[in-house]
């Protein structure tokens, strides 16, 4: 029997969901209009809410973040214990942040703004001999009073600077720090205090790697020597010897490099015997 075609479908067809744009997750502000009722009692939303609220939470899940990718790694990192840390719901991290991959760029770009702050902070003196001391002493003193820092910078580079190289507020940052070591070392060498062989590049990544190395290696290092690296007498102490080693090298030939005000001496190390592979 032929006829028109009914207008209403068989029930198989009524009981097949449809699949609407806002199921899917690059819909995500959708995602939380729909679920901004629920969400009212137990956390705060961009809609509705004050600016300032909506940048406190912000502000939260991203140092919430930073701790858990530098003590997780970004594959071992989770966005629900993010999310709980910051006092939040999953669902507001994938509206900010859009994915896991983006919040830890975010995550990379902070740590870079802090540490670009900190070097904006630093007043070069007149004197650049006393200029590279307090810039090497700045440097570190940093490393040491942001751990994460180092933790994730160490995850980074496992991971071959994959996520770094593709953050724009990275990409658009200079650093303070290059332009500083430059123009302390070329005031030197005009004074013929430093010598006239060292490059700026070297000069940098001679005081970062001297600071980076004892702070990431502090837990093996601790273990080999058989003392706490991280106690406050060794810290001070490493820290001037950063600064007599960049010093002592930037001196021409027959120059010495002023002191530095002495620190409390450290414990000598008391060398362990090597286990008798008899025993």
Same mark, same amino acid.
């Given at each position: 029997?032929?006829?028109?075609?009914?207008?209403?479908? =068989?029930?198989?067809?009524?009981? $097949?969901?449809?699949?609407?744009?806002a199921?899917? =997750?690059?819909?995500?502000?959708?995602?939380?209009?729909?679920?901004?009722?629920?969400?009212?009692?137990?956390?705060?939303?961009?809609?509705?809410?004050?600016?300032?609220?909506?940048?406190?939470?912000?502000?939260?899940?991203? @140092?919430?973040?930073?701790? @858990?990718?530098?003590?997780?790694?970004?594959?071992? +990192?989770?966005i629900?214990?993010?999310? %709980?840390? +910051?006092?939040?719901?999953?669902?507001?991290?994938?509206?900010?942040?859009?994915?896991? @991959?983006?919040?830890? %760029?975010?995550?990379?770009?902070?740590?870079?703004?802090?540490m $670009?702050?900190? %070097?904006?902070?630093?007043?070069?003196?007149? #004197?650049?001999? @006393?200029?590279?001391?307090?810039?090497?002493?700045?440097?570190?003193?940093?490393?040491?009073?942001?751990?994460?820092?180092?933790?994730?910078? /160490?995850?980074?580079?496992?991971?071959?600077?994959?996520? $770094?190289?593709?953050?724009?507020?990275?990409?658009?940052?200079?650093?303070?720090?290059?332009e500083?070591?430059?123009?302390?070392?070329?005031?030197? %060498? +005009?004074?013929?205090?430093?010598?006239?062989?060292?490059?700026?590049?070297?000069m940098?990544?001679? $005081?970062? !790697?001297?600071?980076?190395?004892?702070?990431?290696?502090?837990?093996?290092?601790?273990?080999?020597?058989?003392?706490?690296? /991280?106690?406050?007498?060794?810290?001070?102490?490493?820290?001037?010897?950063?600064?007599?080693?960049?010093?002592?090298?930037?001196? =021409?030939?027959?120059?010495?490099?002023?002191?530095? !005000?002495?620190? #409390?001496?450290?414990?000598?190390?008391?060398?362990?015997?090597?286990?008798?592979?008899? +025993?």
């Amino acid at each position: 029997m032929c006829g028109r075609p009914s207008s209403v479908q =068989p029930s198989f067809f009524r009981r $097949i969901p449809r699949l609407v744009p806002a199921a899917f =997750p690059e819909n995500i502000e959708a995602r939380v209009r729909e679920a901004e009722p629920a969400l009212t009692a137990g956390g705060p939303t961009r809609r509705g809410v004050p600016r300032e609220r909506s940048e406190a939470l912000e502000t939260r899940v991203l @140092e919430a973040a930073i701790d @858990e990718f530098s003590e997780h790694g970004f594959a071992g +990192a989770r966005i629900e214990r993010i999310s %709980q840390r +910051a006092g939040t719901v999953d669902r507001m991290l994938y509206y900010y942040y859009g994915n896991k @991959e983006r919040l830890y %760029q975010a995550v990379l770009g902070k740590i870079y703004t802090d540490m $670009i702050g900190a %070097q904006r902070n630093f007043v070069t003196p007149d #004197d650049p001999v @006393e200029g590279m001391r307090q810039l090497i002493g700045h440097s570190w003193d940093h490393y040491v009073s942001h751990p994460h820092l180092v933790r994730l910078l /160490m995850n980074e580079n496992l991971l071959r600077g994959k996520h $770094i190289a593709q953050s724009e507020q990275v990409e658009r940052t200079s650093f303070p720090l290059v332009e500083t070591v430059s123009t302390l070392l070329a005031s030197g %060498q +005009a004074k013929g205090v430093f010598r006239s062989d060292v490059s700026s590049e070297h000069m940098l990544m001679t $005081i970062m !790697s001297l600071g980076f190395f004892y702070l990431s290696n502090q837990y093996t290092c601790s273990t080999w020597i058989g003392v706490d690296l /991280m106690s406050r007498p060794r810290r001070k102490a490493w820290r001037k010897h950063i600064c007599d080693v960049v010093l002592q090298f930037l001196m =021409p030939p027959g120059a010495t490099a002023p002191q530095p !005000s002495p620190v #409390d001496p450290v414990t000598p190390v008391r060398r362990r015997r090597a286990a008798d592979p008899s +025993a």
